[in-house]
């Protein structure tokens, strides 16, 4: 009796080790809870996208209730061709808003690209969802690892003015270095692959808007000691001609330099998103 007892205890472990692993895999990954947010947005109705990295992702928020804002921290721009070719297959998209920034086109942008979401909530694959995927078990996972990964969301949110000027100054630095677009990022693959998708959302008679979001001042300086304002907007009047509507947060006469506004050096906090969404909701209103 015990040998039996022993046997079942050997063989359930390494079956509860393998669901723990997997689970925790899972939902620890950025890039697949956007797979598992993609999945939701294509089997629902959503007729307004918001697509982008963590600097769409935080300056929008919540804000513009209409839009489902899928941006997460770090998505390469293939990442968000693929994420909206794949909402738009099953909805019925009327807005698209897009991250268009000079550091979308940095060299770790560009190396850095995860599966493609084409077809993804039309089979089933363990890479994208959990193997034991019980949806009573599912969510007590979920609860479970947000608990201990994200213990307190109302946590109060650093803030870029709290941080010492030496802290600043080296975050400052380490940015720029990696945010630098590369050469001749303009006649890349990488950036008619983009171009191809405005062309093609455009065709759609979907409304096509691509943002600059709001950066420190300091940051917006380096940065664009590297790329110049006049190549910066030679490349957006190529975007323009394709139909899509181009809106640098200083369309929208945001003030970079209240720095409380902002987590870090080119990050919104809650408070700028709110002022920032809200801004740029009325400018789309006035301007249609």
């Known amino acids: 009796m015990q040998n039996k007892q022993f046997i079942r205890i ?14 925790f895999i899972y939902f620890t990954q950025k890039e697949v809870n956007l797979v598992d947010d993609v999945i939701k947005a294509r089997n629902s109705e959503v007729h ?24 997460v921290g770090g998505a390469s721009i293939p990442m968000i061709i693929d994420a909206v070719y794949s909402v738009d297959k099953k909805n ?8 268009l920034e000079p ?9 850095s690209y995860s599966p493609t979401f084409k077809n993804i909530s039309e089979k089933f694959t363990p890479i994208y969802q959990p193997l ?16 201990i990964f994200k213990p307190n969301t109302n946590k109060e949110e650093k803030l870029w003015t709290n941080k010492s000027l030496e802290k600043r100054v080296k975050a400052l630095n380490n940015r720029v270095k990696v945010h630098i ?3 001749d990022f303009e006649k890349s693959e990488y950036s008619k692959n983009y171009q191809n998708l405005i062309t093609y959302l455009v065709n759609k008679k979907i409304n096509v808007y691509l943002v ?3 950066v420190v001042t300091e940051y917006e300086k380096r940065l664009f000691d590297h790329v110049t304002y006049d190549r910066w907007n030679k490349y957006i009047e190529v975007f323009r001609s394709l139909g899509a509507k181009y809106i640098d947060y200083k369309d929208l006469n945001f003030d970079s330099n209240k720095e409380f506004l902002f987590k870090d050096q080119d990050h919104l906090n809650s408070e700028g998103a709110k002022i920032f969404s809200q801004s740029f909701k009325k400018y789309i209103l006035e301007k249609n």
């Open 212 to 214: 600059r979001t709001p």
């Open 10 to 23: 050997v063989i359930f472990l390494p079956i509860l080790f393998f669901i723990g692993f997997e689970s």
């Open 92 to 99: 019925k998209l009327k807005t698209v808003i897009l991250v």
């Open 181 to 183: 677009p590369i050469q």
């Open 48 to 71: 307004c996208l918001i697509m982008g990295d963590s600097h769409t992702e935080h300056a929008f928020r919540n804000e513009i209730k209409s839009c489902q804002n899928l941006s």
């Open 103 to 111: 550091h979308d086109f940095s060299e770790y942008r560009i190396l």
């Open 132 to 147: 034991f995927n019980i949806p009573f078990i599912r969510e007590v996972v979920i609860n479970h690892f947000k608990s």
